[in-house]
Structures are given as structure tokens and as C-alpha cells.
């Protein structure tokens, strides 16, 4: 049978995967408004459903569509979320070599389809990413296609986040406070995913940080408030050791003696648990100060 478009195997798996865990038989879930065949063959991959069939199948099981998507991911990593993953430990260890071999992975994804915008974005926060790793500084026009691209999507998702956390640094105040902003404002999106709220979490400490770096206290302490009304659960450990350094970090600057040392005993902490890179890189900031 000719597949419909919209729906991939994957997501079938995971369908019948959620139906199975409910016991729901395949006429709870499709109904009377598709055949019972189409389903059981769209869950073992043998067809596709159309989305409109899809979002059918979510009612019909009583299943929200942010809950089918924590499910599914973890299930099932895509190559982006992958490399995504790998680059922020290589980051962390300050691995040039490693980052410049995803580098040269959208390079060869660009080569097989040039059209590609998203290939070209990737690629771009790459470079970024790679320059913060050696220290130096991206070029302008890397900035300002990202910023261009920021700038063209109304409702930001976990992609475009992404993006923002990684390559914050190197924006401006204004684009710092617009794009802060921008995520302020999207509590539903991180109030219920756990990967949406890791990475929202990174990116307010990202932004506090590079506030703190800019010497803008006022708007550190806005979202080190921010972040303690969010109120980090356990399992965010070291979202909630590096909160407790921004805060000394905060204090120090405010010429308050105890900050010094909390930021030595968070990275200590650090150190600890394992983070061992990460640790290292905050005695050196500790330092520089």
C-alpha cells in the first residue's frame, strides 16, 4: 500500500507502543474513522496514516500531544539530537578536534543538499561554538544570520532555543533582553517536557552568566530570580550547583566577601559528581576574577 504523507514508521512504534500500555484495543482507538488494518499496520511500519488520522489516534487513546512527544523521544534519538548531545560533552572537555569532525559533518550535509536552510544553521552555530572553544571571536555575519533567522520565526521552539543557548554570547544587549524575553514568555513550553526544561533552564544560565560577564547585574539577578521561582527540581543537579555559582558569582562582584569562596565550594561540588571539565573551567574563572 502506498504510504500517505505526514507520519514516519517511528512514530507508528510509538503509537502502538502507548495503545499496548493502555490496553486499548485498535477499535477503541481508531473508532469507526479509519479501519483497524490501517492502524495496525501503520504501528508495525508496514503504512502510513495521514496527520490529520494521527491527531485522531491522540484523542482517541486520551493522549496529549506534548506527553506523545516525551514519549517518543525517548524511544527514539534523531541524528540531530544526537550530535547535539555529543557537542555539549565535547564543549565541555574543549575537544577542538571533536567539534571540528561534527563541523565537518554539516559541511558534508550542505555539500549533499545545499538548499538546505537548517543544514546551514547548524553549521553556523558549529563555528560558533568552535570559536568559543578556541577562544577567539565568530564572524560578524554568522551573528547576524542567526539573528536573521531568530528573528523570522514568531513562535520559538526547542531548535531555535538551541540555537539562542549556544551562541548567546556573542549577541548584544538588546538582542539579549528581546530574545530573554521571548523565552519568559513561553512557560508552557517548558513546563511540562523535562528536555524542554534542561535546555531552557542552560539557556537562562547562559544569559546570566554573559550578563554577569558584561557586568549587567540588574538583568543577571532577573533571571537568577526567575530561575529560583521556577524552582529547579533535584533531578537538574548541575543546573542547580551552577545556579548557586551564579549567585556567588553575583555577590562577588558586589564586593560581598563570602562569594569567593561559594563559587570555589559549587566548583568543588562539581568536581565531586564527576564534572571534572566543567569544574575546571569555573576555578579558572574563579581565578581571572
Avoid at 70 to 99: R, T, W
Avoid at 149 to 173: H, K, M, Q, T
Wanted: proline share 1%; glycine share 4%.
Amino acid at each position: 500500500m502506498k504510504k500517505e504523507n505526514g507520519i514516519n514508521e517511528k512514530i507508528g512504534e510509538t503509537v502502538g507502543l502507548i495503545r499496548q500500555a493502555k490496553h486499548l484495543k485498535l477499535r477503541e482507538v481508531t473508532k469507526g474513522q479509519f479501519s483497524e488494518s490501517q492502524l495496525s499496520k501503520f504501528e508495525n511500519g508496514e503504512t502510513d496514516i495521514t496527520v490529520s488520522k494521527f491527531f485522531d489516534v491522540l484523542e482517541n487513546s486520551n493522549t496529549y500531544l506534548d506527553e506523545f512527544q516525551q514519549i517518543y523521544n525517548e524511544y527514539v534519538s534523531n541524528e540531530e539530537e544526537i550530535l547535539q548531545k555529543k557537542l555539549a560533552e565535547l564543549y565541555a572537555k574543549k575537544d577542538i578536534k571533536g567539534i571540528k569532525e561534527i563541523l565537518d559533518f554539516w559541511e558534508t550535509k550542505i555539500q549533499e543538499n545545499p538548499e538546505h536552510k537548517f543544514y546551514k544553521l547548524n553549521k553556523t552555530v558549529l563555528k560558533i561554538i568552535l570559536a568559543m572553544a578556541q577562544n577567539s571571536k565568530p564572524f560578524e555575519e554568522d551573528i547576524d544570520f542567526l539573528m536573521t533567522y531568530l528573528d523570522s520565526v514568531s513562535d520559538w521552539g526547542r531548535y531555535e532555543i538551541w540555537i539562542f543557548g549556544n551562541c548567546l554570547r556573542f549577541f548584544d544587549n538588546n538582542a539579549l533582553k528581546n530574545y530573554g524575553l521571548l523565552i519568559l514568555g513561553k512557560t508552557e513550553f517548558y513546563s511540562s517536557i523535562h528536555l524542554n526544561q534542561q535546555m531552557v533552564i542552560r539557556t537562562f544560565l547562559n544569559l546570566i552568566d554573559t550578563f554577569l560577564r558584561h557586568g549587567n547585574l540588574v538583568l543577571a539577578l532577573k533571571y537568577i530570580n526567575h530561575l529560583d521561582k521556577m524552582t529547579i527540581k533535584i533531578d537538574f543537579f548541575y543546573e542547580k550547583i551552577i545556579l548557586n555559582y551564579h549567585k556567588a558569582h553575583y555577590r562577588t562582584l558586589q564586593n560581598q566577601k563570602s562569594g569567593i569562596e561559594e563559587m570555589k565550594k559549587c566548583a568543588s561540588t562539581l568536581e565531586q559528581y564527576g564534572y571534572r571539565e566543567e569544574a575546571q573551567a569555573l576555578y579558572q574563572e574563579i581565578e581571572n576574577l
